[in-house]
Nanobody
Framework: QVQVMESGGGLVQAGGSLRLYCKASGRTSRIETVGWYRQAPGKQREWVAS???????RYADSVEGRFTISRDNGWSAVTLEMFSLKPEDTAAYYC???????????WGQGTQVTVSS
């Protein structure tokens, strides 16, 4: 089993920056990918960025060039750095870990990001 916990987030003005942290624990050797998702009020949860065990990094078009995902050698620290934030980036941000073998996914509780105009 894997546990996932987010931290960071908060309130920032448009154009500002924030950093989110995701910590995975437990059987992290089975993790294939860790990703960030977000959900704004009244909207569906959407994918933001992912880091893969092979080293690949992927971004949604809406954040490409503004957000950077990084990880340590394990999965104990997956960081999402967010620059040039916009009001439309306001959402609850969730960290997700998916396992190699079963495809089982584990979610954190989420952390709020609010960007004021």
């Amino acid at each position: 089993q894997v546990q996932v916990m987010e931290s960071g987030g908060g309130l920032v003005q448009a154009g500002g920056s924030l950093r989110l942290y995701c910590k995975a624990s437990g059987r992290t050797s089975r993790i294939e990918t860790v990703g960030w998702y977000r959900q704004a009020p009244g909207k569906q949860r959407e994918w933001v960025a992912s880091a893969f065990s092979g080293g690949a990094l992927r971004y949604a078009d809406s954040v490409e060039g503004r957000f950077t995902i990084s990880r340590d050698n394990g999965w104990s620290a997956v960081t999402l750095e967010m620059f040039s934030l916009k009001p439309e980036d306001t959402a609850a941000y969730y960290c997700n870990a998916r396992l190699y073998d079963s495809g089982t996914e584990y979610w954190g509780q989420g952390t709020q990001v609010t960007v004021s105009s």
